[in-house]
Structure formats: structure tokens, C-alpha cells
Nanobody, 123 residues
Framework: VQLQASGGGPVQAGGSLRLSCAVS??????????VGWFRQAPGKERDLVAT???????NYADSVKGRFTVSSDNARNTFYLQMNSLKPEDTAVYSC????????????????WGQGTLVTVSS
């Protein structure tokens, strides 16, 4: 299973960006149970930003509530992080993580990370 994250870049404070995380597995049947978005600012630890489950429930870090929205296109196995009202402190490398199963009999769990995408918010 592979994850492809995209959508980062420079933006001014108050602006918006939408990150995408596409999940794929060539030649394999797979399902995605949950996707998490994380970020790591320079010199800091990686923090959880938001999560979404297959059934739809979402969860957000307090620092992004009301500004960020996580969503999914299950048909395309693509997950999004809409980031509005961006602040300089949102500057970080954003990564996605996916958990689910692949195969049929047996189903095997996976837990994979995509490469990061840099978001730079200038004041």
C-alpha cells in the first residue's frame, strides 16, 4: 500500500490550502479504515492534526478546530485536509498515515505513511 501526499506550498497568513492523500495498492484488494494527518514543525515533534475513519467520524487537534476540515472520497481512496485561516504557526511538513487491511483470505493489516508535503505560511 502506498500513500501519495500533495498540495503543500507557500501561502500567506489567512490563506487556504488543500492537501490530498491518495491511497493505492497495485494489484491488491485493500480497504482504508482510518487516515490521520500529522505535522512536524522544525525542531518540534510530530503532532496529530486530524483523523477520519472509514465510517466518517473525524477528530481534530484543538489548535486547528474550526479552521481545518478533513474529508474523504472513498470511491477514489483519497483523503483531504482543507486548511483555512492559516497562521504562521501552521508552518510544518504535513504527512498522512493510513491504516487498513489488504488482501482477502487472509486480510492483512497495514499501517503506512506517505511522504511529507511542506506548508509554509508567511505573515
Amino acid at each position: 500500500v502506498q500513500l501519495q501526499a500533495s498540495g503543500g506550498g507557500p501561502v500567506q497568513a489567512g490563506g487556504s490550502l488543500r492537501l490530498s492523500c491518495a491511497v493505492s495498492a497495485s494489484g491488491s484488494i485493500f480497504s482504508v479504515n482510518a487516515v490521520g494527518w500529522f505535522r512536524q514543525a522544525p525542531g518540534k515533534e510530530r503532532d496529530l492534526v486530524a483523523t477520519i475513519t472509514r465510517e466518517g467520524p473525524t477528530n481534530y487537534a484543538d489548535s486547528v478546530k474550526g479552521r481545518f476540515t478533513v474529508s474523504s472520497d472513498n470511491a477514489r481512496n483519497t483523503f483531504y485536509l482543507q486548511m483555512n485561516s492559516l497562521k504562521p504557526e501552521d508552518t510544518a511538513v504535513y504527512s498522512c498515515n493510513a491504516k487498513g487491511t489488504r488482501g482477502l483470505l487472509p486480510k492483512r493489516p497495514y499501517d503506512v505513511w506517505g511522504q511529507g508535503t511542506l506548508v509554509t505560511v508567511s505573515s
